[in-house]
């Protein structure tokens, strides 16, 4: 099936109860497969600068090289899949973007992002992330996150210091160990996982999961399944409804149907003989 057909992508994004203004951005195309969230973070309006240019220079870039190769080729330079290689590659433009802008323009200083990357192709998808907006999915009844939030808080549950429930009522929640734009250089944690229809992807900033139990987005997820539209303003209601004490972003993504990338008849002998 083509990856546009086989893919529901909806997205929604609000500035919360409390902010004046909204520094997430997100954006996603269904026609190769790509979905974008960054939560910026700055003074005055740097953050929603830094937010922007990451997600500018990820759909262009990514966009761009796809027009004419596969994802699933070889990224020469790299040896990697084409997709991996895209992600990986393209936080760090945009690190340098952000960086280079903070250097030379004393209004955004110091600004930085956090951002959260899918690129779905042959039945799976690559992810992306730098700092805590997160991707979590839905399969059947099975509900979690599926990235691992770059943060104090995180290393202090790595490190048995506090447990998960001491977490939920900390005040450390938003203190990121990782940023896009904030040093010469950051690494991006990239990590492919298998597809399967009926999966329904979630990525969100920390507006959502900070106002909102893992196990309330779930239960809204699983009983909203069947309009995407409506499950992802239902998320952002409930944060609102909650306090939204910040810019809420979600998007949404559920597979339909199974994206194998076409391959020659080498490509399957090969293949075949591997398996």
């Not at 929604?12 to 497969?33: F, I, K, L, Q, W």
């Not at 990239?190 to 239960?219: A, F, K, P, T």
Request: glycine letters at 10%; charged letters at 20%; one cysteine or more.
């Amino acid at each position: 099936m083509d990856i546009e057909q086989a893919l529901e992508i909806v997205g929604e994004t609000n500035p919360g109860m409390v902010r004046s203004h909204n520094e997430d951005s997100v954006s996603y195309d269904a026609a190769c497969g790509l979905v974008v969230l960054a939560d910026g973070m700055g003074g005055y309006n740097a953050g929603e600068v830094a937010s922007g240019i990451t997600v500018s220079v990820m759909t262009t870039e990514i966009k761009h090289r796809l027009q004419n190769v596969s994802p699933i080729s070889r990224d020469e330079a790299t040896g990697e899949e084409l997709g991996v290689a895209l992600l990986r590659e393209n936080v760090q433009k945009a690190n340098a973007s952000i960086y280079n802008a903070a250097q030379s323009q004393p209004q955004y200083a110091g600004m930085g992002t956090t951002v959260v990357a899918g690129l779905f192709y042959d039945n799976r998808v690559v992810v992306a992330h730098v700092g805590d907006s997160r991707l979590y999915r839905l399969r059947g009844d099975e509900f979690g996150p599926i990235t691992r939030d770059h943060s104090l808080l995180q290393e202090q549950i790595d490190s048995g210091m506090i447990t998960p429930e001491d977490a939920r009522l900390s005040k450390n929640k938003n203190l990121v160990t990782r940023a896009v734009g904030v040093e010469p250089e950051v690494a991006a944690e990239v990590h492919v996982h298998g597809v399967q229809v009926g999966d329904i992807y979630l990525l969100c900033s920390d507006g959502l999961n900070d106002m909102v139990e893992d196990e309330d987005i779930g239960s809204t997820l699983q009983m909203l399944q069947a309009n995407l539209p409506l499950a992802a303003s239902q998320l952002i209601q409930i944060a609102n409804d909650n306090g939204g004490r910040d810019n809420v972003s979600v998007i949404l993504v559920k597979v339909k149907g199974e994206f194998a990338a076409p391959r020659s008849w080498l490509a399957k002998l090969l293949l075949w003989f591997k398996n």
